[in-house]
């Protein structure tokens, strides 16, 4: 096998967004030759003269790159992947392997079992990032769901060629961890969003936002607004186990923010130092260094604000974050890489820690903006309830 089936075997790409055109790059540079690819219909004129796109076999649809492809993705979004797979799944080429690039799989591993011929196999995948970041090193998912091990192995080899870190799951599995690490982490960011937007600030021309861990959040903020509504919004609309998640975090976030306009402090102080101790009492026991550093963090700074300027904040997301997990009784405080380091060093820092819980209790300014945050999170959880993906869009 090896480099001569990269010269006779064919991979199929279906939807070519702006993942199955990375895809498909990554494909192509490591060697593979034959790749098929389409799109929706009215695209198809311009992917075909589009030079960028010349090495690849731009096909009229489905069913075109069904029929020849030994290799096929689904690129498309997980709210139309039962529509498309029950439209050209039928098609699809004897012995073929297929599988899908959707962030919850329930529906897409549903769709395959209802529409793919019982002689193909399904080996799926979820690429842990998003279109414009390099695949070299980060998480892969890899889901064997019905093959063989000949058909397997060589879904493998396609894979690797995006170098990424293989993680093999189940299709409930991923669900239940992706709803766990993103969903909150989406939710989190997007009410971070909103409440700034409503409160008509640029958050780094004001001193509670700027510098050290503000410089994450309002990165992280700004990368999900700039994504594909799309994905997050079939995150946690589609996956079962999203709404729970969103559902308490939203909690967590009214819980304490009751409590502050109480000024209810030793209550206040309680929860947030219980939650505290059961998230990260175990890593500071075994003296285990802090990801992140403020030093590192005001290399990335956007405001011209000098750091002697800066105000406290309440970081009402963050420690909502964290009471989740207690409330939950997950001790792994489930959310992507950046939000943890910013939670880890919001907790793991004494005197800032005691900062935001002072801010949070008597700093009058800031809680307007925290009110508008405990808005937006209940907002956003009410689409997610609704099932709304029009209402999550606007």
């Known amino acids: 096998m090896g480099e001569n089936e990269k010269h006779t075997k064919e991979i199929g790409i279906i939807g070519f967004g702006e993942m199955g055109r990375l895809y498909a790059n990554v494909f192509w540079n490591a060697g593979w030759k034959h790749i098929n690819v389409c799109d929706i219909p009215e695209n198809f004129t311009k992917l075909k003269q589009n030079l960028a796109y010349n090495h690849f076999n731009v096909l009229e649809d489905g069913h075109a790159v069904s029929r020849r492809s030994d290799f096929i993705l689904y690129s498309v979004e997980a709210a139309s992947i039962d529509k498309v797979v029950k439209q050209f799944g039928p098609s699809t080429k004897l012995g073929a392997v297929v599988g899908g690039q959707t962030s919850v799989k329930e529906p897409e591993i549903k769709a395959f079992e209802?529409?793919?011929?019982?002689?193909?196999?399904?080996?799926?995948?979820?690429?842990?990032?998003?279109?414009?970041?390099?695949?070299?090193?980060?998480?892969?998912?890899?889901?064997?769901?019905?093959?063989?091990?000949?058909?397997?192995?060589?879904?493998?080899?396609?894979?690797?060629?995006?170098?990424?870190?293989?993680?093999?799951?189940?299709?409930?599995?991923?669900?239940?961890?992706?709803?766990?690490?993103?969903?909150?982490?989406?939710?989190?960011?997007?009410?971070?969003?909103?409440?700034?937007?409503?409160?008509?600030?640029?958050?780094?021309?004001?001193?509670?936002?700027?510098?050290?861990?503000?410089?994450?959040?309002?990165?992280?903020?700004?990368?999900?607004?700039?994504?594909?509504?799309?994905?997050?919004?079939?995150?946690?609309?589609?996956?079962?186990?999203?709404?729970?998640?969103?559902?308490?975090?939203?909690?967590?976030?009214?819980?304490?923010?009751?409590?502050?306009?109480?000024?209810?402090?030793?209550?206040?102080?309680?929860?947030?130092?219980?939650?505290?101790?059961?998230?990260?009492?175990?890593?500071?026991?075994?003296?285990?260094?802090?990801?992140?550093?403020?030093?590192?963090?005001?290399?990335?700074?956007?405001?011209?604000?000098?750091?002697?300027?800066?105000?406290?904040?309440?970081?009402?997301?963050?420690?909502?974050?964290?009471?989740?997990?207690?409330?939950?009784?997950?001790?792994?405080?489930?959310?992507?890489?950046?939000?943890?380091?910013?939670t880890e060093y919001c907790f793991r820092n004494p005197e800032f820690l005691e900062s935001a819980i002072q801010a949070a209790l008597y700093d009058k300014e800031i809680r307007a903006d925290d009110m508008e945050y405990y808005s937006a999170t209940r907002g956003w959880v009410h689409c997610i309830e609704l099932g709304s993906f029009e209402a999550y869009r606007k």
């Open 114 to 342: 209802e529409y793919l011929p019982s002689d193909v196999h399904i080996v799926s995948c979820h690429s842990l990032h998003g279109p414009t970041v390099n695949p070299v090193g980060q998480p892969l998912v890899i889901i064997r769901h019905r093959s063989e091990q000949e058909p397997f192995e060589f879904a493998l080899r396609v894979l690797e060629s995006l170098e990424s870190t293989p993680v093999h799951l189940t299709y409930l599995k991923h669900d239940q961890i992706t709803a766990d690490t993103q969903a909150v982490t989406h939710l989190a960011f997007l009410s971070m969003g909103c409440a700034w937007r409503t409160r008509q600030m640029f958050p780094w021309e004001n001193p509670s936002y700027v510098g050290g861990i503000e410089n994450v959040k309002i990165s992280m903020m700004s990368r999900i607004f700039h994504n594909k509504w799309h994905v997050y919004a079939g995150l946690a609309i589609m996956n079962p186990s999203a709404k729970a998640q969103a559902q308490q975090f939203s909690q967590s976030v009214s819980d304490l923010f009751k409590l502050m306009i109480q000024e209810k402090d030793v209550e206040f102080s309680e929860r947030v130092h219980k939650a505290s101790d059961f998230v990260f009492g175990k890593a500071r026991e075994e003296n285990r260094p802090v990801l992140l550093s403020d030093d590192l963090l005001d290399q990335f700074s956007l405001s011209a604000i000098p750091k002697n300027k800066r105000k406290p904040n309440s970081h009402l997301s963050l420690l909502a974050m964290s009471l989740r997990s207690l409330n939950m009784s997950n001790t792994s405080i489930s959310i992507t890489p950046g939000s943890k380091g910013i």
